[in-house]
């Protein structure tokens, strides 16, 4: 399993439709920021990949998201290719 913490800075009129998205992805659960225009989220995925697909894919993509970026990884199985170095360190 791999975790992601991560964080978004959405479009500033759009932040409630945004969160509403975020919220409804599955595994995914927001955790809120201090900052205005952010949104924290925690990413559970099968693995590097997934999480990265997911964060590259539906997550950077979803409408009014103008970033988002990796902030913690935490991967507790050695069971992928040989290549999940790699992949964490796009993420």
């Given at each position: 399993m791999t975790v992601v913490g991560i964080v978004v800075r959405a479009?500033?009129?759009?932040?409630?439709?945004?969160?509403a998205r975020l919220a409804a992805l599955d595994r995914v659960q927001l955790i809120e920021l201090e900052?205005?225009?952010?949104?924290?989220?925690?990413?559970?995925a099968q693995g590097l990949k997934q999480a990265h697909d997911r964060l590259r894919g539906e997550i950077e993509r979803t409408p009014?998201?103008?970033?988002?970026?990796?902030?913690?990884?935490?991967?507790?199985?050695d069971?992928?290719?040989?290549?999940?170095?790699?992949?964490?360190?796009?993420?």
């Open positions: 479009e500033a009129e759009r932040f409630e439709e945004v969160r900052e205005p225009g952010r949104i924290g989220l925690v990413l559970e009014g998201v103008l970033t988002a970026w990796p902030v913690q990884v935490h991967h507790d199985s069971s992928e290719s040989q290549n999940h170095h790699e992949v964490a360190a796009s993420l």
